[in-house]
């Protein structure tokens, strides 16, 4: 997740992670500088996922608003629960058709379409930024927002309320690409 204001832009260094793994390292060099600050390693686990990582530098800032697998907290966080899992459901009808057309490709086609494969983890990303955000807005999850920024309302509901979402989740878990 992330939260884009007006002069900077916080990232969840869950997201950052993923980042580094999908981009391979094409990330701008000044928040390559900022994650491995004075050859510090960076490092994500249990304990640190959520928290956020300040960016202020322009190019920073639109490099990470142009990522529209990271959702914007500031976007969605006025959305009920109800409309989150409509929105995680239309996103997972997309990512398996993009899957059946890719897996009635033959080989030869598979290869100039490996942009579907790129398109699908970005829309499993999403899915599971639109999870963390449900599960956050439905107080099962907690994580401190960076100071200055809105909290929502939490709608606390019995772990059986939740499910929806970890449905949504496993269905995209069984998605082959192949």
Known sequence: MKIVEKDAVYVQKGD????????????????????????????VDNNNAYEFVKFIGPEEIEYFKSLDWIIDYNEYKNYTKEEIEIISNNILTEAKNLA???????????ARHQDIVEKCTNLD?????????????????????????EEIEIEKVSK???KPMGRVKSFFKKLKLG
């Not at 059946?100 to 598979?110: I, L």
């Open 160 to 162: 059986e309320e939740t």
């Open 125 to 149: 990303n999403k899915i599971y930024s639109l999870k963390l955000l449900y599960l956050y807005k439905t107080g099962v999850i907690s994580f401190s927002l960076p100071d200055g920024v």
């Open 100 to 110: 059946k057309n890719y897996n009635e490709m033959v080989p030869s086609e598979k």
């Open 16 to 43: 950052l992670a993923s980042l580094l793994y999908q981009e391979k390292f094409s990330l701008p060099d000044t928040v390559m500088n900022i994650l491995f600050k004075k050859g510090n390693p960076f490092y």
